[in-house]
């Protein structure tokens, strides 16, 4: 199994940039990919970003492609998601994730393993 540890949400304005980090432990991290959902209230989760465990190909949704960079240290074990333009529905608990069949894979369910989640908020 593997651990993930999110940390670097909070609360910031239309606009402002935010960076989340994920340390994950409990496995080799080199060996699999890596993501980020988000789930806003009364809504379900969805697929934000990915990052493949070799090359670092990455995959966006549409809503926060150009404005969010997803990427990885494999020496911190450590996977980051740089938020840049925030819009009040960026809004949402944001959950790193870890393993899944291909990294392109934007359903939830098919990762192995989430983190406890960490709040963004962003205001108008």
């Known amino acids: 199994q593997v651990q993930l540890v999110e940390s670097g949400g909070g609360l910031v304005q239309a606009g402002d940039s935010l960076r989340l980090s994920c340390a994950a432990s409990?496995?080799?991290?080199?060996?699999?990919?890596m993501g980020w959902f988000r789930q806003a209230p009364g809504k379900e989760r969805e697929f934000v970003a990915a990052i493949s465990w070799s090359v670092g190909i990455t995959y966006y949704a549409a809503s926060v492609k150009g404005r969010f960079t997803i990427s990885r240290d494999n020496a911190k074990n450590t996977v980051y998601l740089q938020m840049n333009s925030l819009i009040p529905e960026d809004t949402a608990v944001y959950y790193c994730?870890?393993?899944?069949?291909?990294?392109?894979?934007?359903?939830?369910?098919?990762?192995?393993?989430w983190g406890q989640g960490t709040q963004v908020t962003v205001s108008s």
């Open positions: 994730v870890a393993r899944a069949p291909t990294s392109s894979t934007t359903i939830a369910t098919m990762w192995r393993d």
């Open positions: 409990g496995r080799t991290f080199s060996s699999y990919a």
